[in-house]
C-alpha cells in the first residue's frame, strides 16, 4: 500500500520568511496531493492540493510542487505570519478523498 | 462546504469500558470516514461508512473493536470498545467534498483518554 514520508517533523522560522515542507510517496498510482492544516483542538483543514496532472499550484501565501518522477511534493509558504503556526500533514491518494494516506505532521512555529 | 459536529469532544474513560462517539453532518453524504490520530502522530483512517451497508474497515482495526453504525446520510457513530491506554487518541470524522474535488472535511474530534 501507499506510504507517505514526510519531512521535517519540526520546523521553526522567523516570521516574513519562507517555510518549506516535503513529502514522499511510495505508490506510483496515487494521483492526489492535497495539504492540511491543523490548528490546536480542532480538526484538520484542507489548504492546499495538487493532482498528478499538474507540476504546480499556488494560492496566494501558499504553493504546492509535485515532482512524479522522484515521487515527492512540497509545500511552501511564502511570508510566514503568526498565525501560520500549526501542524501541517501531507497525504497521498489514487482515489480522491478516499483511502487518503497521510505523513506523519510537520509542527510549524513562526516567531516574532 | 460541510459542518461536522462530533460528541462528545473529550471524554475521560475507564479501562474496559466502552464510549460512542457521535458524529453529525449538515448535509447528506454518501460516504462517511472515521481516523484516528494518536497522541503527536498522523491520521489513520479506521473505516469508511455507507448508510445501508456494512463499514468498511481498514488493516489493523477490527468490527469488534470499532462498531459504527451509519443509519441515514447525515449521521453515523463510532464505538471504541473494551478499551486500554492505548486507545487513547483523537477520533476524527470527516466527509468528502461534493463534485468530486477530493476535499476532505473534518470535525473537531473527540479525544479520550483511557485510564
Known amino acids: 500500500g501507499e506510504n507517505v514520508e514526510q519531512h521535517p517533523s519540526t520546523l521553526s522560522v522567523q516570521e516574513g520568511d519562507s517555510a518549506v515542507i516535503k513529502c514522499t510517496y511510495s505508490?506510483?498510482?496515487?494521483?492526489?496531493f492535497p495539504w492540511y492544516k491543523q490548528e490546536l483542538g480542532k480538526g484538520p483543514q484542507l489548504i492546499i492540493d495538487i493532482r498528478s496532472n499538474v507540476g504546480e499550484k499556488k494560492d496566494q501565501r501558499i504553493a504546492v510542487t509535485l515532482n512524479k518522477t522522484a515521487k515527492h511534493f512540497s509545500l511552501h509558504i511564502t511570508e510566514t505570519q503568526p498565525e501560520d503556526s500549526a501542524v501541517y500533514f501531507c497525504?497521498?491518494?489514487?482515489?480522491?478523498?478516499?483511502?487518503?494516506?497521510f505523513g506523519q505532521g510537520t509542527r510549524l512555529t513562526i516567531n516574532p | 462546504s460541510a459542518v461536522i459536529s462530533q460528541k462528545p469532544s473529550r471524554d475521560i474513560c475507564q479501562r474496559g469500558t466502552s464510549l460512542t462517539i457521535q458524529c453529525q453532518v449538515d448535509?447528506?453524504?454518501?460516504?462517511m470516514f472515521w481516523y484516528r490520530q494518536q497522541p503527536g502522530q498522523s491520521l489513520t483512517l479506521i473505516a469508511t461508512a455507507n448508510q445501508g451497508s456494512e463499514a468498511t474497515y481498514e488493516s489493523g482495526f477490527v468490527i469488534d473493536k470499532f462498531p459504527i453504525s451509519r443509519p441515514n446520510l447525515t449521521f453515523s457513530t463510532l464505538t471504541v470498545s473494551n478499551m486500554s491506554p492505548e486507545d487513547s487518541s483523537i477520533y476524527l470524522c470527516?466527509?468528502?467534498?461534493?463534485?468530486?474535488?477530493?476535499?476532505?472535511?473534518f470535525g473537531e474530534g473527540s479525544r479520550l483518554t483511557v485510564l
Open positions: 497525504a497521498a491518494s489514487m482515489r480522491g478523498a478516499q483511502k487518503l494516506v
Open positions: 470527516s466527509v468528502a467534498g461534493g463534485g468530486g474535488t477530493g476535499e476532505l472535511f
Open positions: 448535509s447528506q453524504v454518501t460516504m
Open positions: 505508490d506510483s498510482a496515487s494521483n492526489y
